[in-house]
């Protein structure tokens, strides 16, 4: 290694920012300089302004409390996310996702059971709000933070303003010792062996680094403009690739739930943050327009007469074909980027980030470990897409070709299509997703909280196999008593 090890991070935003933090928390500032340049012309897109439970693990690691970071975001806790009206099945037009969590082990079996026994034709209740105390909490806006001494602890989210935590990401970095450049690149150097070797800058200045990160954006101007690296489109499995977003003011108590609603070509986003409300439409402009998508949001939103500026952003949906090559890693939207329906984004960033870092480290610093690295970063990329695929695919809707076309889709992959005819014919699920190794990415509970959820179940009666029976009331005062020891989301949010 030589001396200083340059690491050069082209572009800021979130991922940007959480590389460029975790890169300088895992290496020694001895051996590593760790520049990120940030064009001021270029602004941040901004689609998703929810997480996983993920983006804590990130915050615990760089040591950064909720109390530090939250206000300066107007960030908001999040139990999961209602899905509403993507199903016109009877007592199934919503349903809550939680976060897999402790308390899931006392009534996850009973929920398992029943949807094993609904599946066989038994008239059962298998709806998956009433078995998980993070549906409760969500209804009643109770946070997923417990009160002093109570044992019970919950996984949960974050919602939050992406482009101040951003900024708070680039003060953090900053201080703890990495370079902020100003400047916008208008040429790449490389070697003779194709590699990266500087960016040029449009004020002439030139940076040089042993090793570069593609944060970049879309425009993917390092990996895949630069190096080649094919990108892969997603756009056979998923159809959205615009969005229209208007953010309306706060509406007193706030929700610690993300919403999303099924609209005519697509479905739109509910995030409440504390100054605010983040609404948006993702939808597929081969069905609809931008003006149209912007009229229907707004009609939702009783925004008709109202001067609310409307933000119209594009995507483009999938992954590159390699998401490390030569001396480049891609994060962000330069890797690729799957709808925001499971707000999986900053996962994906943070889970390429950490996973690139290991490897690099593992393999003395070199490209080693840079195939094991692609496999399984594009797994996780194609594991994830099943899962969001899978929400279209199990629609019921009638009412526009949209969700027509969504159903009747055959260009599904045969993971999703093993677990669609698992499920059908009242097979062991959670068997099937250990068969194909693919818990890592969703776990079986979230299957069934699907595809319970849409109510994919067969006519009651059309068999005699043996069922065990649930008691749900227990279930239910389980809840209901583990309840008692969780905050009002209104405390929580009181960090002074």
């Excluded at 139990?79 to 996850?108: L, V």
């Amino acid at each position: 290694m030589p001396k200083k090890y340059n690491i050069v991070i082209l572009g800021g935003g979130t991922a940007g920012w959480m590389c460029a933090n975790l890169m300088q928390h895992r290496f020694n500032n001895e051996q590593f300089d760790i520049t990120l340049i940030e064009s001021p012309d270029i602004g941040i897109i901004g689609v998703g302004e929810g997480s996983t439970p993920q983006l804590k693990v990130f915050f615990d690691t760089l040591g950064i409390n909720e109390q530090e970071w939250m206000p300066k975001c107007n960030a908001t806790f999040k139990n999961g996310i209602s899905f509403e009206d993507w199903s016109t099945q009877k007592s199934y037009a919503s349903y809550f996702h939680p976060f897999p969590s402790m308390p899931d082990r006392q009534t996850a079996a009973g929920f398992l059971v029943n949807c094993l026994s609904r599946r066989n034709g038994h008239a059962v209740s298998p709806h998956p709000d009433q078995f998980f105390l993070s549906a409760f909490l969500a209804k009643q806006q109770i946070s997923p933070k417990t009160r002093a001494g109570f044992p019970i602890t919950l996984n949960y989210g974050y919602h939050f303003d992406s482009g101040l935590l951003g900024e708070f990401l680039r003060q953090h970095a900053i201080i703890n010792g990495v370079s902020h450049r100003q400047a916008k690149v208008k040429n790449v150097k490389t070697h003779q062996d194709g590699s990266i070797a500087s960016l040029l800058c449009e004020q002439g200045d030139e940076i040089n680094g042993d090793f570069f990160v593609d944060c970049s954006g879309f425009s993917g101007l390092l990996l895949q403009k630069t190096l080649g690296v094919n990108f892969c489109s997603f756009k056979d499995n998923l159809f959205n690739d615009a969005a229209v977003a208007i953010p309306t003011p706060s509406q007193g108590n706030i929700e610690c739930q993300t919403r999303s609603l099924a609209m005519p070509s697509g479905w739109r986003w509910q995030i409440p943050l504390t100054n605010r409300i983040g609404n948006g439409y993702v939808y597929s402009s081969e069905y609809i327009d931008s003006a149209t998508a912007e009229q229907q949001l707004r009609e939702k939103l009783g925004l008709l007469d109202s001067d609310n500026q409307a933000k119209h952003l594009k995507m483009r949906v999938g992954q590159v074909e390699k998401h490390w090559y030569k001396n480049c890693v891609a994060i962000g939207l330069a890797q690729g980027f799957i709808e925001p329906l499971e707000a999986t984004a900053l996962h994906l960033v943070q889970d390429t980030i950490e996973n690139f870092i290991s490897a690099f480290q593992a393999g003395g610093f070199s490209n080693q470990y840079q195939t094991e690295f692609n496999q399984r970063i594009s797994a996780r990329f194609e594991g994830i897409r099943d899962y969001i695929v899978c929400h279209y695919k199990t629609n019921s809707r009638q009412d526009s070709r949209y969700w027509i076309d969504n159903r009747e889709n055959t260009h599904i992959s045969e993971t999703l299509k093993g677990i669609l005819d698992c499920w059908d014919k009242g097979g062991d699920l959670t068997e099937e997703i250990n068969r194909q190794k693919i818990a890592a990415y969703y776990p079986a509970v979230s299957w069934h909280c699907l595809l319970a959820g849409v109510g994919r179940f067969p006519p009651i009666g059309v068999t005699k196999v043996a069922t065990h029976e649930v008691n749900i009331d227990e279930i239910k005062h389980f809840i209901s008593q583990c309840s008692k020891g969780f905050i009002s989301h209104k405390q929580a949010l009181m960090f002074d």
